[in-house]
Structures are given as C-alpha cells and as structure tokens.
C-alpha cells in the first residue's frame, strides 16, 4: 500500500529522529527502547532515545523507530519500524503492548497509553508484538 493510501484512511506516520542510538542508553541520560517484534519476526531491537523524551511516544520515535496508528483509532499504535507489514486495523490476535521495566528489572504494563506516559530519564521502555506479554528481554 502506499503512503498516500496510507494518508487517505487516516494513518499517521511519525518521523525518525536522525540522532537516535542503536543500542541501550548508558547512566542516566536518555530512554532506552526495546522493540520485541515477537510474533511478526525480526528479532528484538535496542536503542536509545537522547535527551529526556516527553512520551513513550516521543522516545519511540527519538530512537528512530517510526510508528503508524491503526487508521480510525489514533493512539492506539499498528505498526513499529513498518511492522506488521501490512498493518490491517486492530489485530484480533496480535497487538504492539506498552511496559516499562522496574527498579527490580521486571516489566510493568503500562497503564497509561504511551502518549500520556513521561519516562524519566535513565528509565527503558518495551514493546512487544504479541497477545500482551512482555519483550522476552529481561534487561538492556
């Protein structure tokens, strides 16, 4: 499909952050981001998003991650770096969930969309693709 398909059935596509890092961020600056594309294939992605990013959203992108909304229901996101590939709405059986990894290194779902939620600095945020269970990822 094309991105003007893409443009004309409402999905948003968020731009790359040319200073993004491909690996986990060190000490306290930035946000890391871990990306399990689980059941979609490719493996599991780290990377760093500089600075201090004002969403999970923002920390996404600033990783250099694009992201696409499910066409018809912004805020909840289809693709991550075009996976799935294509993305057909919401999936039934697979989704893209949201956690944030605790002090103890266990994850958290997020119970806050990643739009609204303010990682600290220092802090990793997850992604998996799946039926909701977290990246497989313990710690970067």
Same mark, same amino acid.
């Given at each position: 499909?094309?991105?003007?398909?893409?443009? &004309?059935? #409402?999905?948003?596509? $968020?731009?790359? &952050? +040319? %200073? &993004?890092?491909? &690996?986990?961020?060190?000490?306290?600056?930035?946000?890391? $981001?871990? $990306?399990?594309?689980?059941?979609?294939? #490719? #493996?599991?992605?780290?990377?760093? *998003?500089?600075?201090?990013?004002?969403? #999970?959203?923002?920390?996404?992108?600033? %990783?250099?991650?694009?992201?696409?909304? $499910?066409?018809?229901? +912004?805020?909840?996101?289809?693709?991550?770096?075009?996976?799935?590939?294509?993305? !057909?709405? *919401?999936?039934?059986?697979?989704?893209?969930?949201?956690?944030?990894?605790?002090?103890?290194?266990?994850?958290?779902?997020?119970?806050?969309?990643?739009?609204?939620? !303010?990682?600290?600095?220092?802090?990793?945020?997850?992604? %998996?693709?799946? !039926?909701?269970?977290?990246?497989?990822?313990?710690?970067?």
């Amino acid at each position: 499909m094309t991105l003007a398909a893409w443009l &004309a059935i #409402g999905t948003v596509t $968020v731009a790359t &952050a +040319p %200073a &993004a890092q491909a &690996a986990v961020c060190r000490g306290t600056s930035g946000v890391s $981001v871990i $990306v399990d594309y689980g059941r979609a294939g #490719g #493996g599991i992605e780290r990377r760093c *998003a500089p600075g201090d990013p004002t969403s #999970g959203l923002t920390a996404l992108s600033g %990783a250099g991650l694009p992201y696409t909304f $499910v066409p018809r229901q +912004p805020g909840l996101v289809c693709t991550i770096n075009d996976v799935p590939d294509p993305c !057909n709405g *919401a999936p039934v059986t697979a989704y893209w969930s949201y956690w944030h990894l605790r002090p103890n290194k266990t994850w958290e779902f997020s119970s806050v969309g990643a739009g609204g939620y !303010n990682p600290a600095p220092g802090s990793t945020e997850g992604w %998996a693709f799946g !039926n909701g269970k977290p990246p497989r990822v313990p710690r970067p």
